[in-house]
C-alpha cells in the first residue's frame, strides 16, 4: 500500500550497500544495538577500527564513548581497535571531534562505515558530511534502535510519528546554510 508521505519514509530511513572501509563510526547514543552492529560489521572483517563518540548524558552512568566501547568488549571487538571520542555533546561534535580522533592517530580514511539509528541517517549521513572531508566515502548501516521505530511502523504510532518528523526539522534547521557551500565547492 502506498502513502502520501512514502517520500519521507524513502528519505529519512536512508541505506546504503556496505563497502570494507578504514573506519566504522558510530554518533552517540545510550542505544546498545548501534554497538552490536558496529561490532558485528567488525568481526565480518568491514573495518579496522570502530570509533564510537559520545560524552556525558543523562542516560548512562558515564560517557556515551564508555557506555558503547563497553558493549564492543563484550561483543569480543578488542579494546585496541576502539578508538576514543568521550566529550562531543551532540551530532555535529560526534562527527567534527571524531575526524580530530582518526587525524591525531595518523589514520586517514577513504572509507567509513556510518552506524547510527534508522531514523537519524539521514541527518547523522549529513553531519558527517559536513565535518569530514569531501573525498571520504561513506556507507550507511541503520539499526532499529530500542524505541522500535523502523520505515515499516514509524506512521503507525504518535510517539515514532514524532521521532521521525522531528529528525526532519532538524534536517532543514541544521544544513540550509550548508547548501550554498556545497554547490559553491562543486563549482570551484
Known sequence: MSYPFDCITEFMFF???????????????SHPQLME???????????????PSGGPTSHVTSTEWQFLRDVGINLGVPENVILREDKATNTFENARYSWEVLRQKKIKPRKAILVCKSYFARRALLTYQVEFPEEVDFFVSPVTDKTGTTRDN???DEKKISYVMNEMTKIGQYFKHHIPNWVNSKHM
Open 15 to 29: 541505506e546504503t550497500a556496505i563497502e570494507p572501509s578504514d573506519v566504522i563510526v558510530v554518533p552517540g547514543g
Open 37 to 51: 552492529r558496529a561490532a558485528e560489521l567488525y568481526h565480518q572483517g568491514m573495518a579496522t577500527y570502530i570509533l
Open 154 to 156: 514509524w506512521y503507525l
